[in-house]
């Protein structure tokens, strides 16, 4: 089955992202939120995004408008019952998310592939609840999705070979390379990236190391683009600290996986990294301060 029609529920920071380059490969999209403003600030971002390119020439201005032209918003979830693949990027909460896939099971047409871009939870959960496990997927997809190139496709024991395969196909399609993964804890990368983020906190809470110390070595030492407590502040303590305590609560023996106590005192404070202006680093809007 080519995948023509996408659906995508939530069109918050990740499910824009989706939604834009889904558009830009040639799909119609349709995406979903459930109040009026949310919707019109998401397909704000889109527009935004799609002039940045023009701007920097990255594509012209009639690839940007017939893109934009693909997009449809909506408030209601059966106008999605027709698309060939549908993608789920709500709130990180499992109760939430099953619900809509209760929802979706009964609305879509029988070869509608389901796909979630959740981070951390099972995605056979998620299937079960659709009442079509053969259908689901994950679809890791990552921040900015626009930029980023990388996208985790996740099968279950349940999901059908063929419907693996043509959510690969989708992946390659929007311009991502998709990797392979089972249904396990935090797939591939989340699975070694946030015990590394915890780690590196605990080390500043036993006083091996400062929290700028660490970011400078793990840059230095390592290659890498960032340090874990800048990667943190742009993923947000909240969402972190969301992750490692569903973790924590499937698999309490794993010391890896225990959120670190600095990290639950600055959520508690509301200090959530860049959104708020103030994590493990101040900041003004997308820069530190």
Known sequence: MA???VGIVGCGLMGHGIAQVAAQAGMDVVVRETEQGALDKGLGRVSKSLA???EKEKIDQASADAAAARLTGTLELADLADCDLVVEAIIEDLAIKKALYAELGKICKPETIL???TSSFPVAEMGA???????MVGLHFFNPVQLMKLVEVVRTPDTAD??????????EAVGKVPVGASDTPGFIVNRLLVPYMAEAMRMVERGDAT??????AMKLGCGYPMGPFTLTDYVGLDTTLSILQGWHERYPDDALLTPPKILEEKVAAGKLGRKTGEGFYDWKGDKRA
Do not use: C, Q
Not at 162 to 171: I, K, L, Q, T, Y
């Open 129 to 135: 609840a659709s009442g079509r496990p053969e259908r």
């Open 162 to 171: 063929d419907v693996f395969a043509e959510a690969r196909s989708f992946g």
């Open 211 to 216: 929290v700028e110390d660490v970011d400078t």
């Open 3 to 5: 995948i023509k029609k």
């Open 115 to 117: 796909a979630s871009n």
């Open 52 to 54: 940045k390119l023009v």
